[in-house]
């Protein structure tokens, strides 16, 4: 099993900056896509963005352009640089591991998550 964990959580004032990772165990990370998913009090999980195997991206409508994902497959890392964030961002991220054997299943592997707190 593939575990991740994530970190590069914290305090952050509304319109700053923030870098959050996720790493992976095992040597596989280069086979997996992986995503961000983020989930405030109250409310449900929801997807953020993904970075296909071959580096394609997708972000979700919200992100508009203040997010970036990307990878670093030597690291066997994962990363999130979050920009102009607002109070509403504030929430749990997560990262997720998609193994592409597993067709049937987007996800496959989840971390514990990082906390995100964004005051305004």
């Known amino acids: 099993q593939v575990q991740l964990v994530e970190s590069g959580g914290g305090l952050v004032q509304a319109g700053g900056s923030l870098k959050i990772s996720c790493v992976a165990s095992?040597?596989?990370?280069?086979?997996?896509?992986m995503g961000w998913f983020r989930q405030a009090p109250g409310k449900e999980r929801e997807f953020v963005a993904r970075?296909?195997?071959?580096?394609?991206?997708r972000y979700a409508d919200f992100v508009k352009g203040r997010f970036t994902i990307s990878r670093d497959n030597a690291k066997n890392t994962v990363f999130l640089q979050m920009n102009s964030l607002k109070p509403e961002d504030t929430a749990v991220y997560c990262c997720?591991?998609?193994?592409?054997?597993?067709?049937?299943?987007?996800?496959?592997?989840w971390g514990q998550g990082t906390q995100l707190t964004v005051s305004s």
């Open positions: 095992g040597r596989t990370f280069s086979s997996y896509a």
């Open positions: 997720a591991a998609d193994d592409i054997m597993t067709v049937d299943v987007p996800y496959d592997y």
């Open positions: 970075i296909s195997v071959g580096g394609r991206t």
